[in-house]
């Protein structure tokens, strides 16, 4: 059975852009997390999507966004790019206990 | 809110035993999970305490007292790659949105 899978796996952004990053969960899981973990820190909770429907978000500016879609994939949107988004962003997918795909890391310059 | 608080470092040596300490305070509990994470890589699922009570599975077992707010991981036999992250997490308000501890870095020396 396939894990969660994320892509790409790599990104360099410049600052100002515009990223999205995607997420295909484990099959017959519902419920997509998105975390940010910044160089040497914790996992920060970004969004939750269950069955299409934005369940709740973190505390993050509303220049992150995403969606889910009919079959469970989701995008993480990531407008005018900062600095500070340099980071490994996280999917996770879940019936019961979340299982992380291997993540994107973001650069950006 | 949720937070969960885990010593940011521990070292134990190879073939030893070490236990890591997670204390919360939680709004709404789901039960706690642990998470192992290697430098670089996602955070791979380890072990998850919805009721009070040790939870074994191989080397690695964890503990869950809902009335102490407190929980723990407990690798046996360590091995060099057991060298890590672990972080603890938690559920609330009904949900598997996690709230992550800060993670404690093992380091296990020959």
């Known amino acids: 059975e396939a894990g969660v899978t994320q892509s790409p796996t790599h990104l360099i952004k410049t600052r100002g852009q515009q990223v999205t990053l995607r997420c295909s969960p484990i099959?017959?899981?519902?419920?997509v997390y998105w975390y940010q973990q910044a160089l040497g820190l914790g996992l920060q909770f970004l969004l939750w999507?269950?069955?299409?429907?934005?369940?709740n978000r973190g505390n993050f500016p509303p220049r992150f966004s995403g969606r889910q879609f009919p079959n469970y994939s989701s995008e993480l949107n990531v407008n005018a790019l900062e600095l500070e988004d340099s980071a490994l962003y996280l999917c996770?997918?879940?019936?019961?206990?979340?299982?992380f795909g291997q993540g994107t890391r973001l650069t950006v310059v | 809110g949720q937070s969960l608080e885990q010593p940011s470092e521990v070292t134990a040596v190879e073939g030893a035993i070490v236990q890591i300490n997670c204390t919360y305070q939680?709004?709404?509990?789901?039960?706690l999970s642990w998470y192992q994470q290697h430098d670089g890589g996602a955070p791979t699922f380890l072990s998850y305490?919805?009721?009070?009570g040790l939870e074994e599975t191989g080397r690695f077992s964890s503990f869950l007292s809902r009335s102490d707010s407190y929980g723990y991981l407990l690798l046996q036999e360590l091995q060099m790659k057991d060298s890590a992250s672990y972080f603890c997490?938690?559920?609330?308000?009904?949900?598997?949105?996690?709230?992550f501890g800060k993670g404690t870095k093992l380091s296990v020396i020959p």
């Open positions: 099959s017959g899981h519902t419920s």
């Open positions: 999507y269950d069955e299409g429907e934005e369940r």
């Open positions: 305490n919805a009721l009070d």
């Open positions: 996770a997918s879940s019936l019961v206990v979340p299982f």
């Open positions: 997490a938690s559920g609330g308000a009904g949900s598997y949105q996690l709230t």
């Open positions: 939680t709004s709404g509990f789901y039960g």
